[in-house]
Protein backbone atom coordinates (compact mmCIF):
# COMPACT_ATOMS: atom_id res chain seq x y z
CA UNK A 1 0.00 0.00 0.00
CA UNK A 2 1.57 3.60 -1.03
CA UNK A 3 2.50 6.18 1.90
CA UNK A 4 0.49 9.03 1.74
CA UNK A 5 2.17 12.32 1.32
CA UNK A 6 -0.49 14.35 3.13
CA UNK A 7 0.55 16.29 6.25
CA UNK A 8 -2.36 18.16 8.25
CA UNK A 9 -2.26 21.47 8.44
CA UNK A 10 0.98 21.88 5.52
CA UNK A 11 -0.93 20.07 2.85
CA UNK A 12 -3.64 21.32 1.14
CA UNK A 13 -6.54 19.51 0.83
CA UNK A 14 -8.27 19.23 -2.93
CA UNK A 15 -10.49 17.41 -4.83
CA UNK A 16 -7.63 15.29 -5.84
CA UNK A 17 -6.18 14.50 -2.67
CA UNK A 18 -9.28 13.86 -0.52
CA UNK A 19 -11.99 11.27 -0.26
CA UNK A 20 -12.29 7.41 -1.18
CA UNK A 21 -9.45 5.96 -2.94
CA UNK A 22 -6.64 8.50 -1.54
CA UNK A 23 -3.74 7.86 1.24
CA UNK A 24 -3.22 4.43 -0.07
CA UNK A 25 -7.04 3.06 -0.41
CA UNK A 26 -8.14 1.36 -3.34
CA UNK A 27 -11.10 3.20 -4.76
CA UNK A 28 -13.95 0.86 -3.72
CA UNK A 29 -15.99 -1.31 -6.70
CA UNK A 30 -18.21 -2.78 -4.31
CA UNK A 31 -21.72 -1.44 -3.92
CA UNK A 32 -24.59 -1.46 -1.58
CA UNK A 33 -27.76 -0.11 -1.08
CA UNK A 34 -30.73 -0.11 -4.23
CA UNK A 35 -31.09 3.64 -4.41
CA UNK A 36 -34.78 3.68 -3.06
CA UNK A 37 -33.94 4.28 0.48
CA UNK A 38 -30.51 3.87 3.75
CA UNK A 39 -28.38 2.22 4.80
CA UNK A 40 -27.84 1.77 8.53
CA UNK A 41 -24.32 2.07 10.37
CA UNK A 42 -24.24 0.98 14.68
CA UNK A 43 -22.37 1.86 16.73
CA UNK A 44 -19.46 -0.47 17.44
CA UNK A 45 -19.50 -1.60 13.66
CA UNK A 46 -17.19 -0.22 10.80
CA UNK A 47 -18.68 -0.40 7.16
CA UNK A 48 -15.71 0.10 4.24
CA UNK A 49 -14.66 0.08 0.76
CA UNK A 50 -18.05 0.76 -0.49
CA UNK A 51 -20.70 2.75 -3.15
CA UNK A 52 -23.19 3.61 -1.34
CA UNK A 53 -26.52 3.88 -3.26
CA UNK A 54 -28.62 5.51 -1.01
CA UNK A 55 -28.40 7.84 2.07
CA UNK A 56 -26.42 6.64 5.65
CA UNK A 57 -27.69 6.48 8.90
CA UNK A 58 -24.59 6.70 11.12
CA UNK A 59 -24.36 5.96 15.10
CA UNK A 60 -22.05 7.55 17.63
CA UNK A 61 -19.11 4.80 17.78
CA UNK A 62 -19.73 3.34 14.14
CA UNK A 63 -17.12 3.48 11.41
CA UNK A 64 -17.51 4.89 7.64
CA UNK A 65 -14.02 4.31 5.78
CA UNK A 66 -13.26 4.96 1.99
CA UNK A 67 -17.11 4.75 1.06
CA UNK A 68 -18.77 6.84 -2.30
CA UNK A 69 -22.00 7.95 -0.70
CA UNK A 70 -24.36 8.65 -3.81
CA UNK A 71 -28.06 9.19 -2.21
CA UNK A 72 -30.87 7.93 -3.44
CA UNK A 73 -31.97 7.53 -6.65
CA UNK A 74 -34.73 10.22 -5.74
CA UNK A 75 -33.62 13.03 -3.13
CA UNK A 76 -35.17 13.88 -0.63
CA UNK A 77 -35.58 17.40 0.77
CA UNK A 78 -33.74 18.09 3.70
CA UNK A 79 -31.71 15.08 4.07
CA UNK A 80 -28.22 14.57 4.94
CA UNK A 81 -26.72 12.24 2.99
CA UNK A 82 -24.88 10.85 5.90
CA UNK A 83 -26.46 12.06 9.15
CA UNK A 84 -25.99 10.92 12.82
CA UNK A 85 -29.15 9.00 14.60
CA UNK A 86 -28.15 9.08 18.23
CA UNK A 87 -29.89 5.98 20.02
CA UNK A 88 -31.35 6.01 23.39
CA UNK A 89 -28.63 3.38 24.86
CA UNK A 90 -26.02 6.11 23.43
CA UNK A 91 -22.81 7.03 25.84
CA UNK A 92 -22.80 10.88 25.59
CA UNK A 93 -19.16 10.99 24.46
CA UNK A 94 -18.50 8.86 21.34
CA UNK A 95 -18.85 10.26 17.66
CA UNK A 96 -19.54 8.59 14.36
CA UNK A 97 -16.37 8.87 12.24
CA UNK A 98 -16.04 9.48 8.72
CA UNK A 99 -13.08 8.84 7.40
CA UNK A 100 -11.73 9.03 3.53
CA UNK A 101 -15.12 9.52 2.00
CA UNK A 102 -16.71 10.64 -0.74
CA UNK A 103 -19.78 12.13 -0.25
CA UNK A 104 -21.57 13.10 -3.56
CA UNK A 105 -25.41 13.26 -4.64
CA UNK A 106 -25.57 11.64 -8.21
CA UNK A 107 -25.72 14.23 -10.67
CA UNK A 108 -29.92 13.60 -11.74
CA UNK A 109 -30.80 14.30 -7.89
CA UNK A 110 -28.50 17.43 -7.64
CA UNK A 111 -31.16 19.90 -8.30
CA UNK A 112 -33.56 17.96 -5.72
CA UNK A 113 -31.86 19.72 -2.94
CA UNK A 114 -29.40 17.43 -0.58
CA UNK A 115 -29.44 19.84 2.87
CA UNK A 116 -26.02 18.82 3.72
CA UNK A 117 -23.42 16.38 2.74
CA UNK A 118 -23.38 15.46 6.69
CA UNK A 119 -25.17 16.28 9.78
CA UNK A 120 -26.10 17.08 12.36
CA UNK A 121 -24.12 16.55 15.35
CA UNK A 122 -21.40 13.87 17.34
CA UNK A 123 -19.25 13.06 14.28
CA UNK A 124 -15.85 13.12 12.97
CA UNK A 125 -15.32 14.02 9.56
CA UNK A 126 -11.48 13.06 8.16
CA UNK A 127 -9.76 12.99 5.02
CA UNK A 128 -13.32 13.37 3.36
CA UNK A 129 -14.65 15.24 0.02
CA UNK A 130 -18.05 16.94 0.02
CA UNK A 131 -19.46 18.06 -2.85
CA UNK A 132 -22.83 19.39 -4.79
CA UNK A 133 -24.91 19.78 -1.48
CA UNK A 134 -26.82 23.00 -0.08
CA UNK A 135 -24.53 23.03 3.01
CA UNK A 136 -21.46 20.66 3.55
CA UNK A 137 -21.32 20.18 6.90
CA UNK A 138 -24.21 20.84 9.52
CA UNK A 139 -23.94 21.47 13.61
CA UNK A 140 -26.82 21.60 14.93
CA UNK A 141 -26.47 22.74 19.00
CA UNK A 142 -28.34 20.79 21.32
CA UNK A 143 -28.10 20.93 25.61
CA UNK A 144 -24.86 17.75 25.42
CA UNK A 145 -22.10 18.61 23.51
CA UNK A 146 -22.73 18.55 20.20
CA UNK A 147 -18.91 17.67 19.50
CA UNK A 148 -18.03 17.56 16.01
CA UNK A 149 -14.28 17.53 14.16
CA UNK A 150 -13.76 18.34 10.63
CA UNK A 151 -10.32 17.49 10.01
CA UNK A 152 -7.55 17.25 6.48
CA UNK A 153 -11.46 17.70 4.41
CA UNK A 154 -12.17 19.59 1.31
CA UNK A 155 -15.64 20.99 1.23
CA UNK A 156 -17.09 22.68 -2.03
CA UNK A 157 -19.20 23.23 -5.57
CA UNK A 158 -21.99 24.13 -2.93
CA UNK A 159 -25.60 23.35 -4.97
CA UNK A 160 -27.49 26.78 -4.65
CA UNK A 161 -31.33 26.59 -5.66
CA UNK A 162 -33.31 28.73 -7.19
CA UNK A 163 -36.16 29.19 -5.53
CA UNK A 164 -34.86 27.75 -1.74
CA UNK A 165 -36.84 24.64 -1.20
CA UNK A 166 -37.31 24.98 2.37
CA UNK A 167 -37.82 28.68 2.85
CA UNK A 168 -39.62 31.56 1.84
CA UNK A 169 -36.82 33.21 0.19
CA UNK A 170 -35.39 33.42 -3.33
CA UNK A 171 -32.51 31.49 -3.65
CA UNK A 172 -30.57 28.74 -0.88
CA UNK A 173 -28.10 30.05 1.19
CA UNK A 174 -25.16 27.88 1.23
CA UNK A 175 -22.15 27.11 3.35
CA UNK A 176 -19.59 24.86 3.45
CA UNK A 177 -20.12 24.78 7.14
CA UNK A 178 -23.11 25.84 8.89
CA UNK A 179 -23.31 26.11 12.59
CA UNK A 180 -26.78 26.15 14.20
CA UNK A 181 -27.39 27.42 17.86
CA UNK A 182 -30.09 25.55 20.03
CA UNK A 183 -32.90 27.89 20.86
CA UNK A 184 -32.68 28.81 24.36
CA UNK A 185 -29.04 29.52 24.12
CA UNK A 186 -27.47 26.58 26.62
CA UNK A 187 -25.89 24.44 23.31
CA UNK A 188 -23.10 23.56 24.27
CA UNK A 189 -21.93 22.67 20.88
CA UNK A 190 -17.89 22.38 20.28
CA UNK A 191 -16.61 22.57 16.85
CA UNK A 192 -12.86 22.31 15.14
CA UNK A 193 -11.75 22.79 11.90
CA UNK A 194 -8.70 21.67 11.39
CA UNK A 195 -6.04 21.83 8.20
CA UNK A 196 -9.34 21.65 6.16
CA UNK A 197 -10.51 23.77 2.62
CA UNK A 198 -13.28 24.92 2.70
CA UNK A 199 -14.25 26.97 -0.85
CA UNK A 200 -17.20 28.44 -0.98
CA UNK A 201 -16.51 29.74 -4.46
CA UNK A 202 -19.06 28.92 -6.55
CA UNK A 203 -19.70 29.95 -10.73
CA UNK A 204 -21.99 28.72 -13.56
CA UNK A 205 -19.31 26.89 -15.62
CA UNK A 206 -18.52 24.94 -12.11
CA UNK A 207 -21.76 23.20 -12.11
CA UNK A 208 -22.01 20.48 -14.75
CA UNK A 209 -26.41 20.72 -14.94
CA UNK A 210 -25.75 23.80 -16.41
CA UNK A 211 -25.89 27.40 -15.21
CA UNK A 212 -29.40 28.20 -13.93
CA UNK A 213 -28.52 25.19 -11.02
CA UNK A 214 -25.51 27.08 -9.24
CA UNK A 215 -24.56 31.36 -9.00
CA UNK A 216 -21.90 32.79 -6.91
CA UNK A 217 -25.06 34.51 -4.78
CA UNK A 218 -25.38 34.35 -0.82
CA UNK A 219 -22.58 31.57 0.06
CA UNK A 220 -19.88 31.10 3.12
CA UNK A 221 -16.79 29.29 4.10
CA UNK A 222 -18.16 28.92 7.80
CA UNK A 223 -21.42 30.41 9.43
CA UNK A 224 -22.75 30.51 12.83
CA UNK A 225 -26.37 31.20 13.06
CA UNK A 226 -28.38 32.59 16.00
CA UNK A 227 -28.39 32.03 18.44
CA UNK A 228 -25.29 30.38 19.53
CA UNK A 229 -24.58 30.39 23.15
CA UNK A 230 -22.29 31.37 25.68
CA UNK A 231 -20.99 27.51 26.22
CA UNK A 232 -20.33 26.92 22.34
CA UNK A 233 -16.36 27.03 20.58
CA UNK A 234 -15.16 27.12 17.43
CA UNK A 235 -11.86 26.38 16.67
CA UNK A 236 -10.30 27.09 13.31
CA UNK A 237 -6.66 25.59 12.89
CA UNK A 238 -4.35 25.70 9.98
CA UNK A 239 -7.47 25.75 7.39
CA UNK A 240 -7.54 27.23 3.87
CA UNK A 241 -10.87 29.45 3.34
CA UNK A 242 -11.75 30.80 0.13
CA UNK A 243 -14.81 32.64 -1.31
CA UNK A 244 -18.07 33.80 -0.06
CA UNK A 245 -19.73 37.06 1.03
CA UNK A 246 -18.11 36.81 4.41
CA UNK A 247 -15.89 33.93 4.17
CA UNK A 248 -16.59 33.18 7.95
CA UNK A 249 -19.77 34.90 8.94
CA UNK A 250 -20.53 34.71 12.79
CA UNK A 251 -21.69 38.47 12.84
CA UNK A 252 -24.85 38.29 14.45
CA UNK A 253 -25.08 39.92 17.63
CA UNK A 254 -27.04 37.04 19.54
CA UNK A 255 -23.93 35.19 19.28
CA UNK A 256 -21.98 34.85 22.38
CA UNK A 257 -19.73 31.74 21.32
CA UNK A 258 -16.16 30.96 21.64
CA UNK A 259 -14.37 32.05 18.53
CA UNK A 260 -10.10 30.86 17.94
CA UNK A 261 -9.00 31.17 14.48
CA UNK A 262 -5.24 30.54 13.92
CA UNK A 263 -2.65 30.01 11.26
CA UNK A 264 -5.75 30.03 8.64
CA UNK A 265 -5.02 31.07 4.96
CA UNK A 266 -7.80 33.45 3.76
CA UNK A 267 -8.64 34.82 0.11
CA UNK A 268 -8.80 37.94 -0.04
CA UNK A 269 -12.27 37.80 -2.41
CA UNK A 270 -12.02 40.22 -6.18
CA UNK A 271 -8.40 40.68 -5.30
CA UNK A 272 -7.56 37.17 -5.53
CA UNK A 273 -9.28 36.27 -8.38
CA UNK A 274 -12.38 35.00 -5.73
CA UNK A 275 -16.00 35.52 -5.96
CA UNK A 276 -17.05 37.65 -8.32
CA UNK A 277 -19.99 38.84 -6.37
CA UNK A 278 -18.75 39.01 -3.14
CA UNK A 279 -19.89 41.88 -1.52
CA UNK A 280 -16.99 43.40 0.14
CA UNK A 281 -13.59 42.80 -0.96
CA UNK A 282 -10.55 42.32 1.70
CA UNK A 283 -12.77 41.02 4.48
CA UNK A 284 -11.86 37.41 6.18
CA UNK A 285 -14.29 37.72 8.83
CA UNK A 286 -17.34 39.10 10.37
CA UNK A 287 -17.40 38.34 14.14
CA UNK A 288 -19.97 39.76 16.82
CA UNK A 289 -18.50 41.80 19.29
CA UNK A 290 -20.26 39.46 22.08
CA UNK A 291 -18.31 36.58 20.93
CA UNK A 292 -14.80 35.72 22.58
CA UNK A 293 -12.72 36.07 19.52
CA UNK A 294 -9.08 34.63 19.65
CA UNK A 295 -7.18 36.00 15.93
CA UNK A 296 -3.73 35.08 15.51
CA UNK A 297 -1.26 34.06 12.60
CA UNK A 298 -3.51 34.31 9.99
CA UNK A 299 -2.95 35.17 6.11
CA UNK A 300 -4.11 36.47 2.44
CA UNK A 301 -2.82 33.72 -0.16
CA UNK A 302 -1.09 36.67 -1.41
CA UNK A 303 0.82 37.59 1.70
CA UNK A 304 -0.25 40.35 4.41
CA UNK A 305 -2.10 39.50 7.96
CA UNK A 306 -6.03 38.87 7.61
CA UNK A 307 -7.99 41.10 9.92
CA UNK A 308 -11.44 40.31 10.98
CA UNK A 309 -14.08 42.88 11.37
CA UNK A 310 -15.74 43.50 14.96
CA UNK A 311 -19.51 43.77 14.57
CA UNK A 312 -22.29 44.57 16.67
Sequence with gaps: MAQSSFVLGDTEPTRANSGAGTDGHAYPSLVV???????????????????????????????????????????????????????????????????????????????????AGVGNRYYRLTRSLV???????????????????????????LMHLVPDPWAARPDTHNDCVQLHGAQNQHDVSDVMLVGSSFDARISPAADPLGPSGSTTRSITAVVLTKPTGPHSSLRVDSCWMRGGEQTLNAADSSITATVSVTGTRWERGKADGGNPEDGIPHVAAFVSRAANLTWTDNTWFSGGAAQPIRVS
Design 33 to 115: GDGTGSVTVKAGTVLSDRIIRGWVNIEPGATLRNCVVTGADVATFGRALVNVTVPGTWDGTSQAVIDHCTIQPLASTRRQGYA
Design 131 to 157: LDCVDGATVAGTDTAAKVEISGSYISD
